[in-house]
């Protein structure tokens, strides 16, 4: 009988009846966390499709703040909420048989022209529209004055120059406005290309209040926070497992190299 020891670690790679790796508190909360971020990533999605409206503009009469092909997400909003500055998405059999995106640049009871130098005046005060293009930011053809009526809409595209908006119908009984009921949704963003949030349109902020953002970005953390917290957890298990089985192979080692003495 030999003075060495016979007593050995385990291999590496754990026995059949070896447990999850990690402490349990690791394991819980491993488990609170992947909870926790399937919550909040389906909560994200499901938030998201019950108040956003997907799109496709076709043409580049909202250029160069929305181009032909863009895809925008759009918050769905009554049209009592809308307001000056607004980019909506609507629908009036006068226009097309198909959503249209343009932007309200007056709302019922305002009046609209155009100034001197072909800019936008609302109430009698020039507007600035930081989003126009320089090529378009005096583009704006000369029209009669037109006072909104109540209840009514008054739109221009971003691309002034070939945009069939409210200019373009100001022939029609309602001299060209839309009425708010025709009205399905708020653009908050393009998505494709990743352009992001639309602009704040500052240059009404003087005639009234403006819209608040919608919840767009609070709901795309709610998705990557999700995201995270998902692989983080998932990533517990397997990385406790690895740092079990090096701390294992290190008193292999050293359980050899002992009994070689």
Do not use: C
């Amino acid at each position: 009988m030999t003075g060495r020891s016979t007593t050995r670690t385990a291999s590496w790679g754990g026995g059949a009846g070896r447990g999850p790796a990690g402490s349990r508190t690791g394991q819980r909360l491993s488990s609170l966390a992947v909870a926790l971020g399937l919550a909040l990533f389906l909560g994200g999605f499901v938030w998201g499709a019950l108040v956003y409206l997907p799109y496709t503009v076709p043409t580049p009469s909202m250029a160069p703040t929305i181009g032909a092909g863009d895809r925008v997400l759009a918050q769905r909003v009554d049209g009592g909420d809308v307001r000056r500055g607004d980019v909506v998405v609507f629908e009036d059999a006068d226009w097309a048989d198909v959503p249209v995106v343009k932007r309200v640049v007056a709302v019922g009871g305002d009046t609209v022209s155009t100034g001197q130098d072909g800019t936008l005046k609302v109430n009698a005060t020039e507007i600035d529209e930081p989003y126009l293009s320089e090529d378009e930011a005096t583009g704006l053809g000369a029209f009669p004055e037109v006072t909104v009526p109540k209840g009514r809409l008054f739109l221009l595209g971003d691309e002034r120059s070939g945009s069939l908006d409210s200019t373009s119908h100001l022939t029609d009984a309602a001299n060209g406005t839309v009425s708010r009921e025709a009205v399905e949704a708020r653009v908050d963003a393009v998505v494709w290309p990743m352009d992001g949030m639309l602009k704040t349109p500052t240059g009404f902020e003087e005639l009234g209040d403006l819209s608040a953002p919608g919840p767009l970005p609070t709901v795309v953390a709610m998705a990557i926070g999700g995201a995270v917290l998902i692989l983080g957890g998932a990533a517990y298990g397997p990385l406790a497992q690895w740092a079990d089985a090096s701390r294992a192979r290190r008193a292999d080692v050293e359980a050899r190299a002992g009994g070689a003495r």
